[in-house]
Nanobody, 122 residues
């Protein structure tokens, strides 16, 4: 069974930075595509960034473009999300997901982490 584990959440003031990490236990056709999603209280889960690690394709949500950067350490099978210039509206639980489909639709991803809380205060 593929395991996904996020870390790196926390509390920061507006304008600050955080880096989230996501370790996936398996790199295979089942996990080539990965995504970061977030869910704020009372809101639906939304995609933040998606990446196809085979092709190198990456797409960011408009709300984070220019502030968030995704990267990958292949040797460690780890995906990172560098979040800069954080805003209070970025407050949410952030989830890492892995699957075989490059999609913004959360149900397209088969494997999910437990989530990590990011809180940005004004």
């Amino acid at each position: 069974q593929v395991q996904v584990e996020e870390s790196g959440g926390g509390s920061v003031q507006a304008g600050g930075s955080l880096r989230l990490s996501c370790v996936v236990s398996e790199y295979s056709y089942r996990t080539y595509c990965m995504g970061w999603f977030r869910q704020a209280p009372g809101k639906e889960r939304e995609g933040v960034v998606r990446i196809d690690t085979r092709r190198g394709d990456t797409t960011y949500a408009d709300s984070v473009k220019g502030r968030f950067t995704v990267s990958r350490d292949n040797a460690k099978n780890t995906l990172y999300l560098q979040m800069n210039s954080l805003k209070p509206e970025d407050t949410a639980i952030y989830y890492c997901a892995a699957g075989s489909i490059y999609s913004w639709v959360d149900r397209a991803y088969s494997y999910w982490g437990q989530g990590t809380q990011v809180t940005v205060s004004s």
